[in-house]
């Protein structure tokens, strides 16, 4: 069976250094998708006002995989590109990272920043907890009450994360890997003779 898992982080991770007068702090957080990056970011800008530059980068398994790195106003790659990089090479998605500098006074030249956010990047991943994770889906079950316990016993022997609200009719929230989804969706349909609608 092939490997579907991919790298991220199950809690976030904080690294401080200072090289020559600067400091640099950096910060790696798991994120769901783009917005989710966004926030993460726009919330330690806010946290470092002060701050010289914040530099970003971050790689989301959203619908294209997106990357992006900035390098907020330092030389052109110095920045945000290898703080990438380390994300990348790490093979982790569904992670943001920015790195706060506060300058010193004294310049590092594109070397020594190159090398100051790589550090701060690594080390915040690795104050962090990777985790491998399988890509999941969610899909919506509605079945009348005659067909909510069958619905039921199939998702919890498939041992799949379900929520079932009983309203007029009973909706199952489902969360399956999205290896097995379809397979989920098919014990269902026979489980219920078709009568269960699937959105």
Do not use: K, W
């Amino acid at each position: 069976m092939p490997d579907d898992t991919y790298r991220t982080l199950e809690t976030g991770g904080r690294s401080r250094f200072t090289v020559q007068g600067s400091e640099f702090v950096g910060h790696a957080e798991p994120v769901d998708d783009v917005a989710g990056a966004e926030t993460f970011i726009e919330g330690v800008e806010a946290d470092h006002p002060d701050a010289t530059h914040n530099a970003v980068a971050y790689r989301v398994r959203a619908d294209p995989f997106r990357e992006y790195a900035d390098d907020d106003g330092e030389p052109s790659g110095s920045a945000g590109q290898p703080v990438l990089s380390v994300l990348s090479g790490r093979e982790l998605e569904d992670v943001a990272v920015v790195v706060t500098r506060y300058y010193g006074g004294t310049e590092l030249g594109v070397g020594g920043l190159v090398q100051a956010y790589s550090t701060a990047a690594t080390d915040a991943l690795a104050a962090a907890e990777i985790v491998r994770r399988r890509p999941h889906e969610t899909f919506v079950v509605t079945v009348a009450y005659d067909d909510s316990g069958t619905v039921r016993s199939v998702l919890e022997s498939e041992g799949v994360a379900f929520e079932a609200a009983y309203e007029a009719e009973v909706t199952f929230e489902i969360r399956a890997p999205v290896a097995g989804a379809e397979a989920v969706r098919d014990r269902l349909r026979s489980a219920t003779g078709g009568r269960a609608t699937i959105d």
